[in-house]
């Protein structure tokens, strides 16, 4: 490993500083940002015992990046039964989503604070053999640690952002140490690409996991409970709104069709009090879901304040209008989008914002394929959806667009995992049986 005075100094840095990290990881405990069961595992003290034989170690940390992690988890326990994978994610919420969609053979572990001895200890546990960092997490201590192992690793779904590249800028040394260390790197475009190679990384190719996966999990029962309440109204979701969106959107909708139903998904159900409350001033007839509410001819609002269930809500829909892109319009802060993918894997046409910065490539791509339609500000959807609404055969055929571009995206995660398996083990013969 090449010598960078950066690098050297943030290893004494963090050397000096890990014994205040339990002190600091109570304090988040007692403002509920550390699980208070599992908090010594951001110590690199594992809960659970290591599985014999290959295991393959996933590392993210917000709910995105773990959401994103999914596909390639799948892919691994589909393709390689005999291997563990072990995901690592930083935040209580992002533990929370991932729970119920984990497959079976496939490990949650919070991500140890990067501290030469929790990363020490986590290592040492877990002993994987190969890594994959997901997105831009690029831990100095664990990177160092698990290359001084031999531990093979990747980069993948690489996103650098402007802020992000302009601060590794200042530390060009250090970056270059650190890119050196990835067997593999995969951004997920050609921005990223040129970002990552005047860093110093060796780009072999380009995915975007957030293009992969499967369709959003959902309740089979649920659905058809909810169908038979809802019967021939049409219902549009509002999926992973923000603050302001809920009361915009819901004016902008208004009136669209008899019987409209609208379902607004939060993309923080804790803001639901506030939401519930504005939305019942403006004259909304709502419910709750998450106190028990239901849906009947009484009710034109549900608001569907429940974390993991947005693959049930967006089954229902049939228009799908995402959050997270009106904020500028609405005049707040960037949000940056979410996934369009959601949608657009079940075959619902969507509809979003302006601000879809985290989510460019692939809003280029489903507006290509005309599954996907950005306006500048919520009051220009009515146009749009109402001939949806009036022609269910339309809103199919721009759904079905939507699904067709999305299947073609998820090609890449096919060749990453073609590298990455070079680093495992064959998988074990199948046992003869012997004739009696």
């Known amino acids: ?54 295991l393959v170690w996933i590392h993210g940390v917000s709910v995105g990046e773990a959401l994103s992690i999914l596909p390639l988890a799948e892919r691994i326990r589909k393709d390689r039964p005999d291997v563990t994978v072990l995901v690592t994610t930083g935040t209580l919420t992002s533990a929370e989503v991932l729970a119920p969609r984990l497959p079976q053979g496939v490990i949650h572990q919070f991500a140890p604070v990067d501290g030469p001895q929790a990363v020490a200890a986590f290592l040492d546990h877990w002993q994987p ?17 698990a290359q001084q192992r031999r531990i093979p690793l990747a980069l993948v779904s690489a996103r650098i952002t402007t802020k992000t590249y302009e601060g590794w800028q200042k530390a060009p040394g250090m970056a270059r140490t650190l890119m050196a260390a990835f067997s593999h790197v995969w951004p997920q475009d050609d921005e990223g690409a040129e970002r990552l190679t005047q860093m110093g990384a060796r780009v072999e190719g380009q995915v975007n996991l957030k293009l992969s996966g499967e369709p959003l ?60 409350q504005s939305l019942q001033q403006d004259g909304w007839k709502m419910t709750r879901r998450s106190v028990g509410g239901d849906i009947d001819h009484n009710v034109d609002l549900y608001l569907a304040d429940t974390l993991g269930e947005l693959g049930l809500f967006m089954r229902l829909a049939d228009v799908v209008v995402m959050g997270g892109s009106f904020a500028p319009a609405l005049g707040g802060g960037t949000v940056g989008g979410h996934n369009p993918l959601e949608p657009a894997r079940l075959g619902k046409p969507a509809f979003c914002g302006p601000d879809a910065a985290n989510w460019r490539q692939v809003n280029r791509l489903l507006k290509q394929a005309g599954g996907l339609v950005s306006v500048l500000a919520p009051d220009q959807l009515a146009d749009h959806i109402r001939p949806l609404l009036d022609n269910p055969d339309a809103a199919r055929a721009m759904g079905e667009k939507a699904r067709r571009a999305a299947n073609e995206a998820a090609a890449g995660l096919d060749r990453l995992w073609a590298a990455l398996q070079t680093h495992l083990p064959p998988p074990p013969k199948p046992e003869r049986r012997h004739p009696r």
């Open 217 to 276: 999990p959902y309740d089979r029962a649920e659905f058809s409970r909810l169908s038979g309440l809802i019967a021939d109204r049409p219902v549009i979701v509002l999926a992973s709104t923000h603050e302001h969106e809920e009361q915009a959107l819901a004016a902008a909708l208004r009136g669209l069709a008899p019987q409209l139903l609208l379902i607004v998904v939060p993309r923080h159900p804790e803001r639901a009090p506030d939401i519930a």
């Open 129 to 145: 053999q190969l890594g994959v960092f997901v997105e831009s997490e690029l831990w100095p201590n664990l990177i160092c640690a």
């Open 1 to 54: 490993m090449a010598f960078s005075p950066a690098l050297f100094a943030y290893r004494l840095a963090t050397r000096a500083l890990e014994p205040l990290a339990p002190r600091l990881l109570d304090g988040r405990v007692n403002k509920g940002k550390e699980d208070p069961v599992r908090v010594d595992e951001r110590l690199g003290l594992a809960s659970l015992a290591r599985p014999k034989g290959p």
